[in-house]
């Protein structure tokens, strides 16, 4: 057996998010959960899209009847107790919902309790699968993670969601980080992309917040500065889908003054549908085949990036 690995801190998380339906988030999560917990990191795996659970279904877990839904509702305040073994170890899953029932995001105050009891699970690395769209629950798992993955499909829709998804959690972000009230209220309206303070990107508020007050426009730039949202392009099927990620990530830089990493990219692969019929991840059944190779490629890249300490 692989050395188990200890972290003096809480676990590291890593939230995979993109904005869009259907871009391959649970299925890259699945995967990658799966791939680090080979490495031997002890990953527990959150699916927190409560309208469109099925990270069990990627994992070839069956039905359980304690789910996030649980702790969410407030039926249930600890997340060990949510805990399902998978076939894999090192890893196990928090479901989201059970069966096909669906159940409205977390409030504020549930949300934030949630991910403090995240902080305080009994493993290295946590991977929160988020839903489609730019629901606060999405903005904030994504704004509050050690690692923050944009998944994108080289299709203008995807690639347009997820700039809307990173400029929410940039605004949020801020939100979070700004000391003043004045302040806050500024980012705040800055947030509607309708606002009236002609606000369109995180560079065009600076400038209103160092009016406000300077001290907190150099924690603003701080904050983008220590801001680093990863890129993955999936299903990629041309040198030009390649090169996507490269340009997403200047744009972002031009834009939202964030330096985004593009973490990889992933084939497309019919061998993926053949897997989740199978119900198993296609890095463990098809280690050979391109996207678990692909999907290899950036799960050792990411276990490179985390500051473990
Ligand atoms: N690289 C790929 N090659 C081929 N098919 C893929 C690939 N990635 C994802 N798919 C297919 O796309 C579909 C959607 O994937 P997935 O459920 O992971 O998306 P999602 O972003 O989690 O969707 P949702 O927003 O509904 O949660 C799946 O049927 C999956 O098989
Ligand atoms: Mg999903």
């Known amino acids: 057996m692989k050395e188990r690995r200890r972290y003096p801190r809480g676990p590291r998380t890593i939230a995979?998010?993109?904005?869009?339906?259907?871009?391959?988030?649970?299925?890259?999560?699945?995967n990658l959960a799966v791939a680090i917990a080979e490495a031997g990191f002890r990953v527990i795996a959150i699916d927190t899209d409560?309208?469109?659970?099925?990270?069990?279904?990627w994992l070839g877990v069956r039905e359980?009847?304690?789910?996030?839904?649980?702790?969410?509702?407030?039926?249930?305040?600890?997340?060990?107790?949510?805990?399902?073994?998978?076939?894999?170890?090192?890893?196990?899953l928090i479901p989201a919902t059970q069966g096909h029932l669906t159940h409205a995001q977390p409030g504020s105050e549930r949300r934030q309790k949630l991910l403090k009891a995240v902080q305080n699970?009994?493993?290295?690395?946590?991977?929160?699968?988020?839903?489609?769209?730019?629901h606060a629950s999405n903005v904030d798992y994504f704004s509050?993670?050690?690692?923050?993955?944009?998944?994108?499909?080289?299709?203008?829709?995807?690639?347009?969601?997820?700039?809307n998804f990173l400029r929410s959690a940039i605004f949020r972000k801020m939100e979070l980080a700004m000391l003043k009230p004045?302040?806050?209220?500024?980012?705040r309206e800055a947030m509607d992309q309708r606002n009236d303070l002609g606000v369109r990107t995180p560079a065009n508020l600076h400038p209103l917040v160092r009016s406000i007050d300077p001290q907190e426009a150099r924690r603003f730039n701080k904050v983008l500065r220590d801001f680093s949202p990863q890129i993955i392009i999936n299903e990629v099927l041309t040198a030009e889908d390649v090169r996507l990620g490269f340009s997403i990530s200047e744009v972002c830089k031009r834009f939202f003054?964030?330096?985004?990493?593009?973490?990889?990219?992933?084939?497309?692969?019919?061998?993926?549908?053949?897997?989740?019929?199978?119900?198993?991840?296609?890095?463990?059944?098809?280690?050979?085949a391109d996207a678990s190779i692909y999907l290899n490629r950036v799960a050792r890249k990411l276990l490179?990036?985390?500051e473990w300490r």
Do not use: W
Request: aromatic share 4%.
């Open 257 to 288: 003054g964030v330096d985004a990493d593009y973490l990889g990219y992933i084939s497309n692969d019919e061998k993926i549908r053949q897997a989740l019929r199978k119900g198993a991840p296609i890095v463990a059944s098809m280690p050979e």
């Open 16 to 30: 995979l998010a993109g904005g869009k339906g259907g871009v391959g988030k649970t299925f890259i999560s699945a």
């Open 64 to 92: 359980s009847s304690n789910t996030l839904a649980d702790f969410v509702s407030g039926r249930e305040d600890s997340l060990e107790s949510l805990l399902v073994g998978t076939d894999f170890e090192n890893l196990r």
């Open 304 to 306: 490179k990036q985390i």
């Open 121 to 134: 699970l009994d493993c290295d690395l946590v991977i929160l699968d988020c839903g489609a769209g730019t």
């Open 182 to 187: 004045e302040v806050q209220a500024c980012v």
């Open 50 to 57: 409560l309208e469109g659970a099925n990270l069990h279904t």
């Open 144 to 163: 509050v993670s050690d690692v923050a993955i944009l998944i994108i499909r080289p299709e203008p829709t995807s690639v347009e969601n997820a700039y």
